[in-house]
């Protein structure tokens, strides 16, 4: 190899580096070119720059690898649990719904186009840089394949596959390209790309809207239970949020007034979200903490904020705060921790004028236990 394409290779060590420092699922760009050098290209491991390059990735990764050794490997093992296929049964829904949500959410019209591309390139139908596309493919292709055989033992996310998913997105822009200039000369804008951004346009008009106005309606707020109001609609998780802090912070000053809360409580849920939400809209502006209280695969980085903060307190108050988008019923979890668990209000959340969402507030009083995760 001459030696610009030696430097390139180390800058691909330090760029996956990073990728792998940001995202686990980074170290799948190795696994493609590591693959793609022993089937097609042998040549590359004569070149010292190759090793360098996989050194300096390492590097790069070891603060990650250095704080789970601190920490019993805690992320990985957190990971494989999410996906661990030994102790679930085939579930076929799983499958179909990873498949649906890669398909839309990648954007139907760029997955189709994929599709055709990737038909093109092995039917030899395309002028494709042959080299180019087989390291894509192999870069992404493996981290597609494996989340979907994971689907057919536990539920996944399709957002997951989406670098692999833009990774091939140069695939197919290479084979407009190609097909483009069979047909075109000039500046043009190819039909596939104008119905991607036609796709894309009206998903976030309407993703818009629905976030600001609700233009689709899941619920009927005279018929529905309180405690269920809103938990159809997903756009309301991201909704109301303000509105429950400041609301929160006037039931949170009239409660000290009165002496129902005692003078430093802190506030506390069961899941990282909405923890984060939480935290930021409604304990930061009160200068009070947020703690969540459960198992380290609900809560995530709170069970590490938990132990930067003050921690946990015999004898101390808190707030509880759940939505009726995702109700869960404070006794479940806090029956255990406190002496007491009373109904404070309910916070009305509207959306362009109408009530949508119920947040229900609850005092937790007295801690007699201390969370042990």
Excluded: C
Excluded at 2 to 24: D, E, Q, R
Excluded at 67 to 76: K, T
């Amino acid at each position: 190899m001459n030696s610009k394409a030696s430097k390139n290779l180390i800058w691909f060590g330090v760029l996956t580096g990073l990728g792998m420092l940001s995202k686990y699922t980074s170290v799948y760009i190795w696994v493609g070119l590591v693959s793609y050098i022993f089937i097609y290209d042998r040549r590359w491991l004569k070149d010292k720059a190759l090793y360098i390059s996989v050194i300096v990735s390492i590097i790069l990764f070891s603060p990650v690898i250095w704080w789970n050794i601190q920490n019993d490997f805690i992320s990985f093992s957190f990971q494989s649990e999410r996906v661990n296929v030994l102790s679930s049964s085939i579930r076929f829904d799983f499958f179909l719904m990873e498949i649906l949500g890669e398909f839309l959410y990648n954007n139907p019209v760029n997955v189709v186009i994929i599709i055709f591309a990737l038909y093109a390139f092995i039917k030899k139908k395309s002028k494709m840089n042959k080299e180019a596309v087989r390291l894509l493919l192999l870069i992404s292709l493996p981290l597609i394949f494996t989340f979907i055989l994971f689907s057919f033992f536990r539920r996944t996310l399709p957002h997951w596959t989406a670098p692999a998913f833009t990774t091939l997105l140069i695939v197919a822009a290479a084979y407009i390209a190609d097909r483009s200039k069979q047909a075109h000369s000039g500046f043009f804008i190819p039909g596939q790309i104008k119905a991607a951004l036609y796709v894309l346009s009206f998903i976030i008009i309407i993703g818009f809207l629905q976030i600001k106005v609700g233009i689709i309606e899941f619920y009927d707020p005279e018929k529905s239970n309180p405690a269920e109001l809103g938990e159809k609609d997903i756009s309301l998780d991201i909704v109301g949020w303000k509105q429950i802090g400041r609301e929160f912070s006037l039931i949170l000053k009239r409660d000290l007034i009165e002496g129902k809360i005692d003078q430093q409580p802190f506030l506390t849920t069961y899941r990282w979200f909405p923890a984060a939400n939480l935290d930021y809209y409604a304990a930061t502006p009160n200068n009070i903490q947020m703690l969540a209280i459960g198992p380290i695969q609900d809560i995530h980085k709170y069970y590490w904020i938990n132990h930067y903060r003050s921690g946990f307190q015999l004898g101390s108050d808190a707030y509880y705060i759940t939505t009726s988008r995702d109700f869960h019923d404070p006794k479940h979890v806090y029956a255990r921790y406190f002496e007491r668990i009373v109904p404070s209000d309910t916070i009305r959340v509207t959306r362009g004028g109408k009530h949508v969402m119920n947040a229900f507030v609850y005092r937790l009083k007295n801690m007699n236990k201390l969370p042990k995760y």
